[in-house]
C-alpha cells in the first residue's frame, strides 16, 4: 500500500506540472525575451504594459484613510454621520459619486432622500437631517437634477471624493471637482486632498 501511495503522489506532481506548463502563456524562450525587453525598457525609465487587462467587475469605494481619520480625531463627524456614510457606500456610482439605484446598471438613477431612507431602514427625518449635517460639512453635495416624466424638482446627492470616492483616483470626473471646490474650504485642513 505504501508503494501506491507514493506511485500516486509522483502522479499527482507530474499531473500539476503538466497543467502548470500547459497554462503558460509564452515559451521559456519568449519569457526570457520579454524580460530582456523590459530591463532594457526600465533602463530607460519606459514600462512594458500588456494589451489585454483583466477586469474585475467587482464593485468597491475607496475611503481615503488620513482623511476620513483626521475628521474623526477632530470631532469633525459624528458617530451618525459616520455610520450614515457608511450606510449609503453600497450606493454611490461609479466615476459620478452619486447616490444611486442600482450600482450595476448602465445609467442609474439618483435617488431621493426618502428612497435612501428606505434603503437603509431610517426614518426619512433622519435621512434628512443627516444630509443637510453633511452638505453644511463639504462631506455631500445636492445638486438639481431632471428627472423624466417630473414637473418637481429633484436633486441629486454627491459624496466628496477627498472622503469616498467610486473610481479612478487619477481620473477623478471634472464636474465631481468643481461640485466641491468651494465646499472644501471647509475641509483645507485635510491631510490628503487628492483630487484639487
Known amino acids: 500500500m505504501g508503494k501506491n501511495v ?20 509564452l515559451t521559456e524562450e519568449e519569457m526570457q525575451q520579454a524580460n530582456d ?11 512594458l504594459v500588456p494589451e489585454k487587462k483583466v477586469k474585475s467587475k467587482v464593485r468597491f469605494v475607496q475611503i481615503i484613510q488620513d482623511n476620513i481619520g483626521y475628521l474623526m480625531e477632530t470631532d469633525y463627524l459624528k458617530n451618525e454621520e459616520i455610520k450614515f456614510l457608511f ?7 461609479f466615476r459620478s ?9 448602465k445609467d442609474p438613477t439618483p ?30 453635495a445636492k445638486a438639481e437634477t431632471a428627472k423624466d416624466g417630473a414637473n418637481a424638482r429633484s436633486y441629486a446627492l454627491f459624496l466628496n471624493p477627498n472622503i469616498v470616492f467610486c473610481g479612478d483616483r487619477d481620473n477623478v470626473n471634472e464636474t465631481l471637482i468643481a461640485m ?11 491631510p490628503q486632498m487628492i483630487c484639487f
Open 6 to 25: 507514493v506511485n500516486f503522489s509522483e502522479a499527482e506532481r507530474k499531473a500539476r506540472l503538466r497543467d502548470l506548463e500547459n497554462e503558460k502563456v
Open 37 to 47: 525587453l523590459q530591463a532594457k525598457a526600465n533602463s530607460r525609465g519606459m514600462k
Open 87 to 93: 450606510r449609503i457606500m453600497p450606493y454611490i456610482a
Open 97 to 105: 459619486n452619486c447616490i444611486v439605484d442600482d450600482i450595476h446598471r
Open 111 to 140: 435617488i431621493t432622500q426618502s428612497e435612501i431612507a428606505q434603503k437603509i431602514g431610517s426614518s426619512q427625518p433622519t435621512v434628512n437631517r443627516l444630509t443637510n449635517q453633511l452638505i453644511d460639512k463639504g462631506i455631500i
Open 180 to 190: 466641491f471646490k468651494k465646499a472644501n474650504r471647509k475641509l483645507k485642513n485635510l
